[in-house]
């Protein structure tokens, strides 16, 4: 009989969670006490009592450090809480898609991923927890504000500190607690299995065998990045579908992803962007720590932005089984990726919205039935197949279309350039800045912004002139619940569509990300073919000058270059 324990605790006024999940440095969770449990407790308590008994949970993440130690709170706290089974992956090892993809199928009333997705692990990284709800996505802003409410006066938890549960077996544990009628479950299952079903029904898994394997077969290069995607990428990739063992390397998930920032893009997967150079590998693509997102490299390194890549899928989604099925519902993108999506949108006369940055606007469109495929420009693409984004489901969308139209990934973009033209895009991040400065910068720079006399103001760079159209605060209004977003970012549209945005990102869990994006449509075929930096050079520096962004932050450039 196990017994149930009730912990006095005091509550933390930081628990808010981001668009997701609750983020922060390893050091919080060790070194304040009750920190993990109290946000635990706050996720817990938000279902309610009656629900619990019959309902489960799917829990899972992505191998970072401070995993374990979480899935044994996750579990005490559950079993005290009366929840009736647990659904666990091996070893605790779930990738975020997987999350979603099981929380759908065997119809559990959430799932917990432990995760902080493509920000550094180990003791002095960073560990997250976000919480999902029933149909698989992230919870939506009433339950997270509700989550924060509980964390801010919460005073006791409930936990079964004697729990032990192996992770590593496959297969159900049982255990009776005290004062409960039914005994608690928890069931360890296969992280890739229920995933991997769920692919071969979407995807022709012959066509991509024979290109992988066969005898004219595509020589792919696929980094895991010592994240959750290694398991995945072995079964799926290498044994069902054939690649070689040896096209796939990182493949084993380690605490601190082996010293690197789990993060794919030309920054974080270098060595993955040189490998390709060489010339010796067809395709390339990298994934995040929790596996929901990808980079899609072609050869000699031809880097797929991810604003293009999901143009690119709904320019040729029906090469994909799945969608000759179910049928085009609509398109989405967030506001910051460029507008490429929106010319194949009009092109083939299929509905587009644009969101605020998070996957759970995604997900709303989704549950409504107005939403098929979606993606954001910080390399995240996917389709209502889940309510995640799935950096795997993304790479087996190129190689279908590579597969069927039988091009190189270099050939199906400039195709794509000439017959839509082509939206020249670049995203500059600050990483780490002064919290107050970043602030103080976003305030006067939206005081500016939306004085009248801003509007039709001429700026100028080099040979080009710029003229401001419109200028505002990106606020939406959710066409399912009717529900309103504000102070979604900054956005100055200029006469001829060219956009510079600034937000403010909460992702990162130490000062603040500043993202400056900047985004411009070109169709001159003599043009299509320049370099971004250089095409955006006379944007970016007006962007830089409005904003005063260097002077203001004290940096010289920025961290990361997309």
Same mark, same amino acid.
């Given at each position: 009989?196990?017994? @149930?324990?009730?912990?006095?605790?005091?509550?933390?006024?930081?628990?808010?969670? =981001?668009?997701?999940?609750?983020?922060?440095?390893?050091?919080?969770?060790?070194?304040?006490?009750?920190?993990?449990?109290?946000?635990?407790?706050?996720?817990?308590?938000?279902?309610?009592?009656? !629900?619990?008994?019959?309902?489960?949970?799917?829990?899972?993440?992505?191998?970072?450090?401070?995993?374990?130690?979480?899935?044994?709170?996750?579990?005490?706290?559950?079993?005290?809480?009366?929840?009736?089974?647990?659904?666990?992956?091996?070893?605790?090892?779930?990738?975020?898609?997987?999350?979603?993809?099981?929380?759908?199928?065997?119809?559990?009333?959430?799932?917990?991923?432990?995760?902080?997705?493509?920000?550094?692990?180990?003791?002095?990284?960073?560990?997250? #927890?976000?919480?999902?709800?029933?149909?698989?996505?992230?919870?939506? !802003?009433? @339950?997270?504000?509700?989550?924060?409410?509980?964390?801010?006066?919460?005073?006791?938890?409930?936990?079964?500190?004697?729990?032990?549960?192996?992770?590593?077996?496959?297969?159900?544990?049982?255990?009776?607690? %005290?004062?409960?009628?039914?005994?608690?479950?928890?069931?360890?299952?296969?992280?890739?299995?229920?995933?991997?079903?769920?692919?071969?029904?979407?995807?022709?898994?012959?066509?991509?065998?024979?290109?992988?394997?066969?005898?004219?077969?595509?020589?792919?290069?696929?980094?895991?990045?010592?994240?959750?995607?290694?398991?995945?990428?072995?079964?799926?990739?290498?044994? %069902?579908?054939?690649?070689?063992?040896?096209? *796939?390397?990182?493949?084993?998930?380690?605490?601190?992803?082996?010293?690197?920032? &789990?993060?794919?893009?030309?920054?974080?997967?270098?060595?993955?962007?040189?490998?390709?150079?060489?010339?010796?590998?067809?395709?390339?693509?990298?994934?995040?720590?929790?596996?929901?997102?990808?980079?899609?490299? =072609?050869?000699?390194?031809?880097?797929?932005? &991810?604003?293009?890549?999901?143009?690119?899928?709904?320019?040729?989604?029906?090469?994909?089984?799945?969608?000759?099925?179910?049928?085009?519902?609509?398109?989405?993108?967030?506001?910051?990726?460029?507008?490429?999506?929106?010319?194949?949108?009009?092109?083939?006369?299929?509905?587009?919205? !644009?969101?605020?940055?998070?996957?759970?606007?995604?997900?709303?469109?989704?549950?409504?039935?107005?939403?098929?495929?979606?993606?954001?420009?910080?390399?995240?693409?996917?389709?209502?197949? #889940?309510?995640?984004?799935?950096?795997?489901?993304?790479?087996?969308?190129?190689?279908? #279309?590579?597969?069927?139209?039988?091009?190189?990934?270099?050939?199906?973009?400039?195709?794509?350039?000439?017959?839509?033209?082509?939206?020249?895009?670049?995203?500059?991040?600050?990483?780490?800045?002064?919290?107050?400065?970043?602030?103080?910068?976003?305030?006067?720079?939206?005081?500016?912004?939306?004085?009248?006399?801003?509007?039709?103001?001429?700026?100028? *760079?080099?040979?080009?002139?710029?003229?401001?159209?419109?200028?505002?605060?990106?606020?939406?209004?959710?066409?399912?619940?009717?529900?309103?977003?504000?102070?979604?970012?900054?956005?100055? #549209?200029?006469?001829?569509?060219?956009?510079?945005?600034?937000?403010?990102?909460?992702?990162?869990?130490?000062?603040?990300?500043?993202?400056?994006?900047?985004?411009?449509?070109?169709?001159?075929?003599?043009?299509?073919?320049? %370099?971004?930096?250089?095409?955006?050079?006379?944007?970016?520096?007006?962007?830089?000058?409005?904003?005063?962004?260097? !002077?203001?932050?004290?940096?010289?450039?920025?961290?990361?270059?997309?």
């Amino acid at each position: 009989m196990v017994k @149930i324990v009730t912990v006095k605790t005091k509550p933390y006024t930081d628990q808010k969670p =981001g668009t997701s999940g609750l983020r922060k440095r390893v050091t919080v969770f060790q070194n304040s006490a009750h920190y993990a449990e109290n946000f635990i407790q706050s996720i817990i308590s938000t279902i309610d009592p009656a !629900e619990r008994q019959e309902g489960t949970l799917v829990v899972g993440g992505d191998g970072r450090f401070y995993l374990k130690e979480s899935i044994k709170l996750i579990i005490g706290i559950a079993a005290a809480n009366g929840i009736g089974r647990l659904v666990i992956g091996q070893n605790g090892i779930l990738s975020t898609p997987a999350v979603s993809c099981i929380t759908r199928k065997i119809k559990a009333i959430g799932g917990i991923i432990l995760t902080a997705s493509h920000n550094p692990g180990g003791p002095s990284g960073d560990f997250g #927890i976000k919480f999902n709800t029933s149909n698989g996505g992230p919870a939506p !802003e009433a @339950i997270t504000d509700k989550i924060f409410q509980i964390s801010k006066t919460i005073e006791e938890y409930a936990i079964c500190p004697d729990l032990e549960v192996d992770l590593g077996t496959l297969g159900k544990q049982q255990f009776d607690l %005290e004062n409960k009628f039914k005994p608690f479950t928890v069931e360890i299952i296969d992280p890739v299995e229920a995933y991997g079903n769920m692919l071969r029904n979407i995807f022709d898994f012959s066509i991509l065998k024979e290109l992988l394997s066969g005898p004219n077969r595509w020589k792919i290069r696929i980094d895991a990045m010592h994240g959750v995607m290694g398991p995945y990428v072995k079964k799926i990739l290498c044994e %069902e579908l054939g690649s070689p063992a040896n096209s *796939a390397v990182n493949c084993v998930p380690l605490e601190d992803f082996g010293g690197h920032h &789990p993060d794919p893009n030309l920054t974080y997967a270098a060595d993955l962007v040189e490998t390709m150079k060489t010339g010796e590998y067809d395709f390339g693509a990298a994934f995040d720590g929790d596996g929901d997102r990808n980079m899609i490299l =072609g050869k000699n390194g031809f880097f797929v932005n &991810p604003s293009d890549s999901v143009a690119v899928i709904a320019a040729n989604i029906f090469t994909i089984p799945y969608f000759q099925q179910t049928g085009v519902r609509g398109f989405a993108r967030s506001m910051p990726t460029s507008g490429a999506l929106d010319r194949v949108a009009r092109a083939t006369k299929i509905a587009l919205y !644009e969101t605020p940055t998070g996957w759970k606007f995604f997900g709303n469109l989704m549950d409504a039935n107005k939403l098929s495929l979606c993606g954001e420009e910080s390399f995240g693409t996917g389709s209502d197949h #889940i309510r995640e984004k799935d950096g795997l489901w993304a790479v087996l969308a190129w190689l279908s #279309i590579i597969a069927v139209r039988k091009q190189s990934v270099e050939e199906i973009l400039k195709d794509h350039w000439q017959k839509f033209g082509r939206n020249f895009f670049t995203r500059y991040d600050y990483e780490e800045v002064d919290a107050e400065a970043a602030s103080k910068m976003m305030a006067d720079l939206e005081s500016m912004m939306l004085d009248r006399s801003f509007i039709g103001q001429k700026f100028s *760079a080099g040979d080009k002139v710029y003229v401001v159209d419109k200028a505002d605060n990106f606020e939406y209004s959710d066409p399912v619940d009717g529900s309103i977003s504000r102070n979604q970012g900054l956005r100055i #549209i200029f006469t001829d569509g060219s956009r510079i945005i600034y937000r403010l990102s909460g992702t990162g869990s130490a000062g603040a990300t500043i993202r400056l994006y900047i985004d411009s449509y070109e169709k001159d075929v003599s043009k299509i073919y320049q %370099e971004p930096q250089v095409m955006l050079g006379p944007l970016v520096t007006i962007a830089l000058k409005i904003s005063q962004l260097h !002077e203001r932050t004290g940096r010289s450039g920025p961290t990361v270059i997309t």
